[in-house]
């Protein structure tokens, strides 16, 4: 089964601070890897995916990712913070077998921003 | 307006009682999803359905049932049995395959009275 860890629960930083959220994944084969969003009183919204291809992913509102393998890590990162990035983050990995729809969640990281 | 809608926004259950969350979707999408999100523990999949009358158990389906008789539909029903169902519920859909990006509705908290 895969199981998906998200190494800081709470982190708050000044605007215009840089941004890594740390998360690492374990699964035995390929897999896709997702970052959601869920800014206040709002629905739970994708920032990012990573399917093949270049491991370094960008998203929406200047978010990135990068896919390690060796590492199973998939961390997300933004050079510079808004107040507007304040949310809860969400990485997420489902195994790239022909029926696999599971998707699970890591914990959640709160983002909070301030200005 | 493509979309997923999920009602009520708030639904209070007393003891004993069975309650049905409802999911609709507009967006032709195969595959819906239920999860489960609590504090501090993410999301968890309670069931999900590939194909109208198909469905699975996920993660944590103990207390809760579903059906998909429709493919714009996706109910939840909160037994009795669920022992600790206050929580915030999401109903999810793709296109189809793990591949594709789920989209997620706005929620439905349900609270025990």
């Known amino acids: 089964a895969q199981s998906v860890s998200q190494h800081n629960h709470h982190v708050i930083l000044s605007e215009a601070a840089s941004l890594e959220l740390g998360c690492n994944y374990s699964?035995?084969?390929?897999?896709?890897l997702f970052w959601y969003v869920q800014y206040p009183g709002q629905h739970l919204q994708l920032l990012l995916k990573?399917?093949?291809?270049?491991?370094l992913v960008k998203g929406i509102k200047g978010f990135e990712a990068e896919f390690i393998k060796s590492k199973f890590s998939f961390n997300l990162r933004k050079p510079s913070v808004q107040w507007s990035d304040t949310a809860e983050y969400f990485c997420?990995?489902?195994?790239?077998?022909?029926?696999?729809?599971?998707?699970?969640f890591g914990a959640g990281t709160t983002v909070t921003v301030r200005a | 307006d493509g979309g997923i809608t999920q009602s009520p926004k708030y639904l209070f259950r007393k003891e004993g009682q069975n309650v049905t969350l409802s999911c609709e979707q507009n967006?032709?999408?195969?595959?819906m999803y239920w999860y489960r999100q609590d504090p501090g523990q993410g999301l968890r999949l309670i069931y999900y359905?590939?194909?109208?009358?198909?469905?699975q158990k996920g993660d944590i389906a103990e207390g809760y049932s579903v059906s998909r008789e429709k493919k714009e539909s996706f109910p939840l029903t909160v037994t009795s049995a669920q022992k600790n169902p206050t929580a915030f519920y999401l109903c999810?859909?793709?296109?189809?395959?793990?591949?594709?990006?789920?989209?997620f509705g706005p929620g439905t908290r349900l609270l025990v009275l």
């Open positions: 997420a990995v489902n195994g790239r077998s022909s029926n696999d729809y599971k998707l699970s």
């Open positions: 990573y399917f093949s291809g270049d491991p």
């Open positions: 699964y035995g084969g390929t897999v896709n």
């Open positions: 967006l032709n999408h195969d595959a």
């Open positions: 359905s590939q194909i109208v009358n198909d469905f």
């Open positions: 999810a859909s793709s296109i189809g395959s793990g591949f594709e990006t789920q989209y």
